[in-house]
């Protein structure tokens, strides 16, 4: 197996058993479908093998309800001379991973040194297809330096990774149809599921005897493994080829008729018809999600490598999906989908893949009622959306997310009553689609009355000082979780306003082109558009102090201490301790979790001037501890927006890193939190198409305003707008343009103060200091 794409690989050599959750995100593979970590073949519940599935939620005996791991159908050990060739019990001579992230295929190799001085090189291969998005197929080969009896036990296990499992039950394994099967039911919902798998050996081309096979079944927990055994001869390669599929309920009638047809066709079109339909998959996407950084091949790296992890979790293939806050790295935050989808990864997908943008707002729609059922249960209109979203809406977030570390006593979180916030990001991300796509069906489809239920709820929670003749909104979270239920969080406030003018725009639109639909909406409400229209007048959003042009991030913030973040840092107690909360380190001071002021100056970036925004930087950064994923990308782009983008680089690194590194938090008390990070993954893209390379979109006019680090010569890309096609060359003093030859219509684009208008085919360029 050869390693073709050398600057698309992800690699690293040695086998270090501390590394086991980390390189399992971060070798991860993918097709939006289910997700597979990147884990041995060897590997177990015990090394976090995990194919998590999209969208299937499971809840056992009152546990924390989170997405549903399917019975990992890769599983493989090999035994030489009796001897388990297993990274976990016999030290490998040499052992590489590898994750080629052009084409989305994992791979692997490992030398073993068996007794009697036999060495063995085992390598292996396996994608998610890209084109059948069920399909897993895997290449497995073996060569031995010695003859001796060479035994691969390879089929399904049933035996899951799960935090807070089991989640199958009615398990059964079986042999049919010449595959392995295991099917099962969901304990809550009883949604079937199935899991096929099927093998083919070098060995049947060549006619081979003296192969035993021997199926063996556990039916407690859905395994069904099958023995090769051979005598092997020095020198030979032995190949197998693997194919699996995973059904469930949610989209097969019968699921395990279904997973046994699709295995049966991915071996009849063979793993190497499999890999070529699937990396040109992936070449169509890449050719759309592509950024090339000129300049800097470290940071080029880690951009691709953030872009891959947002292709391999986009759910292009349906709109009931949406992108959980650890992707698909397994059920880490329930599996739930936060704000970071549309505040941090929309973006990347209006821009690349319109389409998969719309499935993502889609979601939001499609839970309205669950947003409902949580409005109604504080006791307010409208939709008040959840936290953590699950596939219904309703709120999977608890009232006590996190142990205290040193009474081990759950404590009261209001991530769920008091960041009212994510109802104003849904709102916000319709909105941004509609404007970004033109696309009006979005709002007649339920986009429209969805953003006038977000304004309805804020109405109903918002309170009108009558003494300062405006309106607050009070007891609220903002970004940073530190600071649980403060006054006029100012960030809040401004995406409140945001939503009511959003409201009204959207209202105005579906009036026109559905006077029924609006009226039904009206008529059934005692809030109307007027009282929409009179809050956001008189919505007050903290502003900048005259003098210091500071923006106090929410009422008396600046009374609280104001301690160094290294001193704080000093005072931890216990390294996993949460600095929020009732006792937290950070909740009597200045210290910012993630991203707050900084976050609002960058989303209504022309309401504020570049001193502004400077002084609330400069202010704010050494007080952020960047606890969150979500923070440095944020810090990146206001950098580049200030004309500092060499400030921004490392926010910009961190970010893309991230999942490289594995450098993030892993626990917040006993909770574990590791896994893929999308959020900053889709915060890479942002810094650097919409931050370095200052390009935006408003709908009717492409604006480039180029603020590059040093290092960086140019930023290339590809860009959808309004479904033109346009190539676009980022450099430091010129703007390079080219519209597809395949487009139906011009494309505007403004840089440097000049504007022109592209049509089909036309290529131009915009030079700096040219009239
Ligand atoms: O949505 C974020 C939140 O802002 C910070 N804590 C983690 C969540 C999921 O990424």
Redesign the pocket.
């Given at each position: 197996m050869k390693l073709v794409n050398q600057d698309w690989l992800i690699r690293e050599n040695g086998f270090d058993r501390n590394r086991i959750a980390a390189d399992g995100n971060k070798f991860m593979i993918g097709n939006g479908y289910m997700g597979c970590r990147g884990t041995m073949e060897e590997y177990t519940r015990g090394e976090l093998a995990a194919v998590t599935l999209a969208g299937l939620y499971d809840q056992v005996d009152g546990k924390w309800r989170e997405p549903v791991n399917a019975p990992h159908p890769l599983y493989a050990v090999i035994e030489f001379e009796g001897q388990s060739l297993s990274v976990l019990d016999c030290e490998p001579v040499e052992h590489e991973q590898a994750l080629d992230i052009r084409s989305a295929v994992h791979h692997r190799r490992t030398v073993f040194k068996a007794d009697r001085g036999a060495e063995l090189v085992v390598e292996s291969e396996r994608f998610c297809s890209a084109e059948r998005l069920n399909v897993i197929a895997g290449r497995l080969s073996v060569t031995c330096s010695a003859d001796g009896q060479l035994t691969i036990r390879t089929g399904i296990d049933g035996e899951v990774w799960d935090i807070n499992g089991p989640h199958l039950e009615k398990l059964e394994a079986a042999e049919r149809q010449n595959s392995l099967l295991v099917t099962a039911v969901t304990r809550e919902l009883q949604v079937p599921l199935a899991v096929a798998e099927r093998i083919s050996s070098s060995m049947e081309a060549e006619g081979r005897e003296a192969v035993t096979m021997e199926v063996r079944y556990d039916q407690q927990s859905g395994s069904v493994f099958r023995t090769i055994s051979f005598a092997c001869r020095a020198g030979k390669t032995y190949t197998f080829d693997r194919f699996a599929a995973v059904c469930t309920g949610l989209d097969e009638e019968e699921p395990g008729a279904a997973a046994l047809r699709l295995c049966r066709e991915a071996a009849g079109t063979g793993y190497t018809g499999l890999l070529a339909e699937h990396e040109a998959c992936w070449e169509r996407k890449w050719a759309l999600a592509d950024v090339v950084i000129e300049g800097d091949d470290e940071a080029q790296l880690a951009l691709r490598y953030s872009l891959y992890q947002l292709l391999i979790i986009a759910p292009e293939h349906s709109e009931k999906l949406s992108i959980p806050?650890r992707g698909l790295s397994g059920q880490v935050?329930k599996g739930a989908v936060?704000?970071?989808t549309e505040m941090f990864m929309l973006p990347f997908f209006l821009y690349t893949q319109p389409e998969t943008a719309r499935n993502l707002v889609m979601y939001r729609i499609h839970t309205l009622d669950g947003a409902r059922r949580k409005a109604a249960e504080y006791g307010y209109e409208g939709a008040f959306y959840a936290w953590e979203s699950q596939e219904t809406g309703d709120d999977a977030c608890t009232l006590f997310n996190v142990n205290d570390v040193f009474t081990g006593r759950p404590m009261r979180t209001y991530f769920r009553d008091k960041q009212v916030h994510i109802s104003a990001d849904a709102a916000y991300g319709i909105w941004e689609y509609y404007k970004f796509t033109g696309d009006e069906g979005i709002l007649l489809q339920g986009g429209a009355e969805t953003v006038w239920e977000c304004a309805r709820f804020f109405y109903s929670y918002a309170y009108y000082n009558p003494l300062k003749q405006r309106y607050e909104v009070l007891d609220v979270t903002g970004?940073d979780?530190y600071h649980e239920r403060v006054n006029n969080n100012a960030f809040t406030n401004a995406m409140v306003k945001r939503t009511l003018f959003i409201a009204l725009e959207a209202m105005e639109i579906l009036h026109a082109a559905c006077p029924e639909q609006y009226e039904a909406l009206v008529q059934n409400s005692a809030i109307k558009p007027e009282h929409i229209r009179d809050m956001h007048d008189r919505l007050y959003v903290p502003e900048p102090d005259s003098e210091t042009g500071l923006i106090e991030q929410f009422d008396r913030y600046f009374t609280l201490e104001d301690v160094p973040l290294h001193e704080l840092k000093g005072r931890v107690l216990n390294k996993h301790e949460y600095w929020g909360g009732g006792n937290g380190l950070a909740t009597t001071t200045q210290i910012l979790?993630?991203a707050d002021i900084v976050l609002m100056l960058h989303l209504f970036k022309d309401a504020y001037d570049t001193v502004i925004k400077k002084a609330n930087w400069a202010y704010y950064e050494p007080r952020t501890e960047h606890g969150?994923?979500?923070s440095a990308c944020i810090y990146a782009m206001v950098a580049a927006d200030t004309g500092s983008p060499d400030w921004g680089y490392p926010y910009f690194m961190r970010t893309a890193t991230i999942d490289l590194t594995g450098e993030s938090k892993q626990y917040v008390g006993d909770l574990y939190i590791g896994g893929t990070h999308p959020?900053a993954n889709g915060g890479a893209w942002m810094a650097a198409v919409q931050g370095f390379a200052g390009i935006r979109f408003d709908g009717e006019c492409a604006t480039i305003s180029p603020s590059l680090p040093e290092k960086w010569q140019a930023v290339q890309t590809r860009l959808i707008l309004r479904g033109q096609q346009i190539k676009v060359r980022v450099g430091r003093q010129q703007v390079e343009l080219e519209a597809d030859a395949g487009n139906t219509s011009e494309v505007r684009v403004a840089a440097y103060g000049q504007s022109l208008t592209l049509e089909p085919g036309v290529s131009a360029v915009l030079r700096m200091g040219q009239e």
């Open positions: 806050a935050y936060f704000w970071d970004p979780e979790k993630q969150s994923s979500l959020a």
